[in-house]
């Protein structure tokens, strides 16, 4: 086993690499840019090296820096985790000329794997099934038309060097096909320098199910298969092992083709085949075709793992450290079943854009596995992908296992940026994914239904006012006290863009009747705390005006003023803070100008509305903490005034 080994990634899958190491005993080193240097892999790792930069060309992707860290640190071996450097052939020739071991395949089972068209010719070679399509070199718009008709439409277009869905166009009918082939093309020239795509015939009813592979360069074992059908866009959101209504006899064919598959090409670690199969008439042992193989450890992996008993990542170590497989294939069985959510921050409603911002809260349940990257207070950086945790849970049955995803999933906190949590929730209680009738067209089908986002209860408005309000704690002896009349107080909060107006009557100590538009909710104080209409209080977390309330749907609520709010309220006179976390959408004072109350001084845009930031008395401006397009936490200072005294 290595001494030492540096870690050639960062985020999640960094951090799941040490935890293996710790348990093995072996000295990690880990590299970061400058916008990471303040990360959870390096924080965890016992080494870390600065790699600079901010983007991954920058960072990364440099060999070269990586392979002299890891001669600095004194690491025997290298291990990529995915993406990034991990399926890059002169890396790993590097990485041998330098005299360490690239914990992974050879350069040469990269390259055999790395161009799908080869691929496929090499895997019938073999004897693994591979779709029905054209894979050749000769590229002429008119002869790929003439292969499409041929195989029969509707067909596939995919690039040849391509991967999460870049360079692919599902055609449906021969008018389309010149159109949508210069489209792919173009994107496959840009993504990958290559051009080049095949053609496949397209599955109307496909799952996506791939098998884990494990060898030693010599022979290799399966550890069975995952299903990945729930996607969007080609990228997978749901994972779970084993596949829903798999056969015996099926479950054998596969393995059996992906171990034949990792064979030919003297495989060593682990891999993924990935195969398309025709989900119409149930699984079939001659219903599934070879796609692709991925040279390195899935996203994935952990459903595996939690099915099997395995830990991955040690088998890597082992294998790469030059011992034989741990175990026969006949040594291997499947334990009940096992989901994995993949969490992340982005804008469900605005299309899943990638979102950006600053965890202000970020927990997990106990009863789950989370494999994260970040923690409370870490940044989401425009620069990497933004998966925020995968939330994997292992139940005996898939019914047990499901039930356990959608608890975990209802108690995952997170706040301070959008996520597509809730999202996910509303996948996991989906009920054709419930009775496990998936494919790779579920989410697209149904993505209405998944995204549509209710109304708020009254129940939640009602204890988000009271949050807000600065009443959701333990009652004093005078709440509520008043000469004349019960104690009032109106305010307007805004959820998905909706005001809501409420007001909150304290009639006494844990009294308090809220008015939500027409409902009365009563908001009691007991021996467990605050209940709304009898409902126990949600898990929250409040920074600034903003509150986020977590449980199946979560719920985020600010407190706006009906005018423009005015920011010195609450910042004291002399400093201008952000109300909520947000984006500063334009300033318009400068060091030096003269304000006077009530003067627009910068626009805030959250919770996607725009929020004027008024000057709360007359003064002259000191400083300019922010830009125009900085993305602010709650509480952050944007501008000061000169204190009274000094200002002319």
């Known amino acids: 086993m290595f001494d030492t080994i540096l870690i050639a990634n960062r985020g999640e899958i960094a951090c799941r690499v040490i935890d293996t190491c710790r348990r093995l005993g072996v000295r990690t080193?880990?590299?970061?840019?400058?916008?990471?240097?303040?990360?959870?892999?390096?924080?965890?790792?016992?080494?870390?090296?600065?790699?600079?930069?901010?983007?991954?060309?920058?960072?990364?992707?440099?060999?070269?820096?990586?392979?002299?860290?890891?001669?600095?640190?004194?690491?025997?071996?290298?291990?990529?985790?995915?993406?990034?450097?991990?399926?890059?052939?002169?890396?790993?020739?590097?990485?041998?000329?330098?005299?360490?071991?690239?914990?992974?395949?050879?350069?040469?089972?990269?390259?055999?794997?790395?161009?799908?068209?080869?691929?496929?010719?090499?895997?019938?070679?073999?004897?693994?099934?591979?779709?029905?399509?054209?894979?050749?070199?000769?590229?002429?718009?008119d002869l790929l038309a003439a292969e499409a008709e041929a195989i029969g439409y509707p067909v596939l277009i995919k690039a040849v060097a391509g991967g999460g869905g870049k360079g692919m166009r599902l055609v449906e009918q021969a008018k389309d096909f010149a159109d949508a082939l210069a489209s792919a093309q173009s994107e496959a020239q840009t993504a990958f320098g290559n051009p080049h795509v095949l053609i496949e015939k397209y599955i109307t009813s496909p799952r996506h199910i791939e098998v884990q592979v494990f060898g030693d360069g010599s022979r290799a074992v399966h550890l069975f298969e995952r299903d990945c059908s729930l996607q969007r866009r080609h990228q997978k959101v749901i994972e779970e092992a084993p596949a829903p209504g798999m056969t015996s006899e099926m479950r054998d064919a596969m393995?059996?083709?992906?171990?034949?598959?990792?064979?030919?090409?003297?495989?060593?670690g682990a891999g993924t085949v990935e195969f398309i199969v025709d989900g119409s008439d149930g699984l079939r042992p001659d219903g599934f075709w070879f796609m692709e193989m991925n040279t390195r450890l899935q996203v994935e992996h952990p459903v595996t793992e939690l099915i099997t008993g395995v830990d991955l990542?040690?088998?890597?170590?082992?294998?790469?450290?030059?011992?034989?497989?741990?175990?026969?294939?006949?040594?291997?069985?499947?334990?009940?079943?096992?989901?994995?959510?993949?969490?992340?921050?982005?804008?469900?409603?605005?299309?899943?854009?990638?979102?950006?911002?600053?965890?202000?809260?970020?927990?997990?349940?106990?009863?789950?596995?989370?494999?994260?990257?970040?923690?409370?207070?870490d940044a989401i950086s425009p620069h990497y992908d933004p998966m925020i945790a995968k939330v994997i849970v292992h139940g005996d049955s898939r019914a047990v296992a499901l039930r356990k995803l959608r608890r975990a999933l209802a108690r995952t906190e997170v706040a301070g940026t959008v996520t597509n949590l809730a999202f996910l929730g509303a996948l996991a209680r989906h009920e054709g994914f419930s009775q496990g009738l998936v494919d790779t067209g579920l989410i697209g089908r149904d993505l209405a239904e998944l995204t549509a986002v209710s109304a708020p209860e009254p129940?939640?408005?009602?204890?988000?006012?009271?949050?807000?309000?600065?009443?959701?704690?333990?009652?004093?002896?005078?709440?509520?006290?008043?000469?004349?009349?019960?104690?009032?107080?109106?305010?307007?909060?805004?959820?998905?863009?909706?005001?809501?107006?409420?007001?909150?009557?304290?009639?006494?100590?844990?009294?308090?009747d809220v008015l939500v538009e027409d409902v009365v909710v009563k908001a009691r104080f007991g021996a467990n705390g605050w209940r709304y209409d009898g409902q126990?209080?949600?898990?929250?977390?409040?920074?600034?005006?903003?509150?986020?309330?977590?449980?199946?749907?979560?719920?985020?609520?600010a407190l706006i003023d009906p005018l423009d709010r005015d920011a010195g309220a609450g910042a004291g006179s002399?400093?201008?803070?952000?109300?909520?976390?947000?984006?500063?959408?334009?300033?318009?004072?400068?060091?030096?100008?003269?304000?006077?109350?009530?003067?627009?001084?910068?626009?805030?845009?959250?919770?996607?509305?725009?929020?004027?930031?008024?000057?709360?008395?007359?003064?002259?401006?000191?400083?300019?903490?922010?830009?125009?397009?900085?993305q602010v936490d709650a509480g952050t200072v944007l501008i000061r005034l000169e204190e009274e005294e000094n200002a002319t």
């Open 459 to 512: 129940a939640v408005l009602a204890q988000a006012a009271m949050v807000l309000t600065g009443r959701a704690c333990d009652p004093g002896p005078l709440d509520g006290f008043a000469l004349w009349s019960a104690f009032t107080q109106d305010v307007v909060l805004l959820v998905q863009e909706e005001s809501h107006a409420l007001r909150l009557v304290t009639a006494g100590p844990g009294q308090v």
């Open 574 to 630: 002399d400093r201008v803070e952000a109300p909520m976390p947000g984006l500063v959408r334009s300033v318009h004072v400068a060091v030096g100008d003269h304000v006077a109350k009530g003067d627009r001084l910068a626009v805030l845009e959250a919770m996607k509305m725009e929020h004027a930031l008024l000057a709360a008395r007359d003064g002259v401006v000191a400083e300019v903490m922010v830009a125009a397009g900085s």
């Open 255 to 268: 393995g059996q083709a992906a171990v034949r598959a990792a064979e030919a090409i003297g495989y060593a």
């Open 313 to 377: 990542v040690a088998w890597q170590l082992t294998v790469a450290a030059g011992a034989d497989l741990p175990c026969a294939q006949d040594d291997l069985q499947i334990s009940g079943h096992a989901f994995e959510a993949r969490l992340y921050a982005e804008d469900v409603p605005a299309g899943f854009l990638p979102a950006t911002g600053r965890l202000a809260h970020l927990t997990f349940p106990a009863e789950a596995r989370a494999d994260t990257g970040v923690r409370t207070g």
């Open 29 to 141: 080193v880990a590299v970061h840019s400058d916008v990471d240097a303040d990360a959870r892999h390096v924080q965890m790792a016992d080494v870390a090296v600065s790699l600079g930069g901010a983007s991954p060309a920058e960072s990364y992707l440099r060999g070269d820096a990586i392979i002299a860290a890891a001669q600095a640190t004194g690491a025997q071996a290298i291990h990529p985790g995915y993406g990034f450097l991990s399926e890059n052939p002169e890396f790993v020739d590097a990485v041998a000329a330098a005299g360490l071991v690239f914990i992974g395949p050879s350069a040469s089972a990269i390259r055999a794997m790395g161009l799908k068209d080869a691929a496929k010719a090499l895997m019938a070679e073999a004897g693994v099934p591979v779709v029905p399509g054209y894979q050749g070199a000769e590229q002429a718009p």
């Open 536 to 557: 126990v209080a949600r898990a929250c977390y409040r920074g600034g005006a903003v509150v986020t309330l977590f449980g199946s749907v979560p719920r985020v609520v």
